[in-house]
């Protein structure tokens, strides 16, 4: 991974009528929203924890792939669109707070497994296999198909959360006539990828790159950074077979990037230097010598948080295990991949200087490290968006925000909506 000194990072780690409604949508403060349904059969998982109300379905994109969705809303045609779009290690299933609320408000809402994940991935996906149907464009290709599929035309709101978050914010870039709102959680909104200006009368001079990389790993304590760790052969295979098991992994990755463990104490990054790199936690700034699966296992939460904690319950962390035990994590993994990729990177030079011009939306949790990862892109966000609101970081959240604290995320989308007005 390559930064360029003094400019952007290179890869993008990346009416009281209305209030009461609103607040009607939102629902209780609990945790849980929505009372678990004892056998909904309507759905392909989570049948004892999904609420009825939500439904399965497979649609054709016809962008090659058939994508595996969970809606609610649908009883009545008509109702304006909403697209919920998952991150990594996530399903579909991640906005289950969320889907009833935005429903009760006049919504359809739509929230795929995104290509590679869950079953929208038949079977699992192997590193030789190509990068291509994984490329940005070709993802908002995706979700374009998607909504047609379905008979819309124009979506009054795609909300994106982690890697969700640069395919939703693409989706507003490139077809700002369909996608009418945008909301970015947790992955602040990114510039698009700058291109050099006049360099025939004045060439670039050399050595502006460093390779951050080789920097982390000539620190005393010898570091990698995450995204390039995710993008390599290995990640897969240490993850999909860690010794603790998937269960347990996935467990110790929801817990160690929550507000819930205390080490989540965020602030913004002078630099892109690998020193400043290096204050952040482990799971991000990974140690040279280990692989994920052992960086996690050393954040186990105890049994007693693993049978209080109400936002992320056994029940809903075996709906992921289950999935992610049949598929593995290459398909997720090669989004980090396609960030690595010159070939497919390159391809969004054709953008540079594309702003988001449709009414945007950033939510993070006042916890979460996902806010100030990338030095600079939090507080440059205006400049990716010209009608940018917020950003709205949620207290008690890490980066599990939409799961950490639902009632907060529903009341934010809920009232952004109703500003934006366009439905």
């Not at 000539?218 to 998937?246: D, F």
């Amino acid at each position: 991974m390559k930064i360029e000194i003094g400019g952007e990072t290179r890869r993008r780690l990346l009416a009281s009528s209305l209030f009461l409604l609103a607040r009607y949508a939102v629902g209780a403060t609990s945790r849980n929203l929505e009372p678990a349904s004892q056998d909904n059969a309507g759905v392909d998982y989570g049948r004892g924890t999904l609420p009825s109300g939500i439904r399965s379905r497979r649609v054709d994109t016809h962008n090659q792939v058939v994508l595996h969705i969970l809606e609610a809303g649908f009883e009545s045609p008509g109702k304006p669109c909403v697209v919920l779009l998952h991150g990594f290690p996530e399903l579909a299933y991640t906005w289950r707070n969320q889907m009833l609320p935005l429903a009760r408000a006049g919504y359809h809402v739509i929230a795929p497994d995104a290509r590679g994940y869950g079953l929208s991935a038949p079977q699992p996906v192997a590193y030789s296999d190509s990068l291509v149907p994984y490329s940005m464009f070709n993802r908002v290709g995706d979700v374009f198909g998607l909504v047609r599929a379905l008979g819309y035309e124009k979506v009054a709101m795609v909300v994106g959360h982690d890697w969700g978050g640069p395919t939703a914010q693409w989706c507003a870039r490139l077809r700002p006539d369909v996608f009418r709102s945008v909301v970015s959680i947790s992955t602040p909104f990114f510039r698009a990828p700058t291109l050099p200006l006049n360099t025939a009368a004045h060439p670039r001079a050399a050595g502006t790159e460093v390779d951050i990389d080789k920097e982390l790993a000539a620190l005393p304590r010898p570091r990698k950074h995450y995204a390039t760790y995710c993008a390599s052969r290995e990640a897969n295979e240490n993850m999909w077979h860690a010794q603790q098991g998937v269960h347990a992994l996935l467990r110790e990755q929801f817990y160690f990037k929550s507000a819930d463990w205390e080490g989540n104490k965020p602030f913004p990054l002078k630099s892109g230097s690998a020193s400043e790199f290096a204050k952040m936690p482990t799971y991000y700034i990974m140690d040279l010598n280990k692989g994920m699966a052992e960086t996690l296992a050393e954040h186990q939460p105890s049994s007693e948080y693993i049978a209080t904690c109400r936002w992320m319950t056994e029940a809903d962390v075996d709906v992921y295990t289950a999935q992610f035990t049949r598929t593995g994590f290459q398909g997720g993994l090669n989004y980090y991949r396609v960030d690595a990729d010159d070939v497919l990177w390159n391809e969004e030079h054709i953008f540079a200087g594309k702003t988001i011009d449709v009414p945007a939306c950033y939510i993070g949790g006042a916890r979460e490290w996902g806010v100030y990862q990338s030095p600079g892109a939090f507080q440059a966000m205006s400049k990716a968006c010209t009608r940018l609101q917020g950003p709205h970081l949620v207290p008690g959240a890490g980066h599990a925000v939409v799961e950490e604290q639902p009632a907060t995320v529903n009341r934010i989308l809920i009232e952004f909506l109703n500003k934006a007005s366009v439905a």
